[in-house]
């Protein structure tokens, strides 16, 4: 089993940045592609960011390419995702998830495990 915990989250001006970053254990040489997806109130959960088991390829949302970058430590099996330039429609809960899939993906079902969430809030 692998676990996911997410951190960094909290409340932000528009402009600002934060930097996300989620912690994985347990069987973490089962885990390759890792992503990001977030839910804002009253919508569903949707895509941000994937990075491949090594960071050598990543691919975001079109909503948040040039703002925000995913990487990847696996020395401290921990992905990381840098927002900047945040804007009030960034505000949602963010999930890290893993895949054992070897190429980037959007798709959630191809998330088999996931973190709890960390609230991101972007004020105006």
């Known amino acids: 089993q692998v676990q996911l915990v997410e951190s960094g989250g909290g409340l932000v001006q528009a402009g600002g940045s934060l930097r996300l970053s989620c912690v994985a254990s347990?069987?973490?040489?089962?885990?390759?592609?890792m992503g990001w997806f977030r839910q804002a109130p009253g919508k569903e959960r949707e895509f941000v960011a994937a990075?491949?088991?090594?960071?050598?390829?990543?691919y975001y949302a079109d909503s948040v390419k040039g703002r925000f970058t995913i990487s990847r430590d696996n020395a401290k099996n921990t992905v990381y995702l840098q927002m900047n330039s945040l804007k009030p429609e960034d505000t949602a809960v963010y999930y890290c998830?893993?895949?054992?899939?070897?190429?980037?993906?959007?798709?959630?079902?191809?998330?088999?495990?996931w973190g709890q969430g960390t609230q991101v809030t972007v004020s105006s």
């Open positions: 998830a893993s895949s054992e899939s070897t190429r980037v993906t959007s798709e959630m079902s191809h998330y088999a495990y």
């Open positions: 347990g069987r973490t040489f089962s885990t390759y592609t």
């Open positions: 990075v491949t088991r090594y960071g050598g390829t990543t």
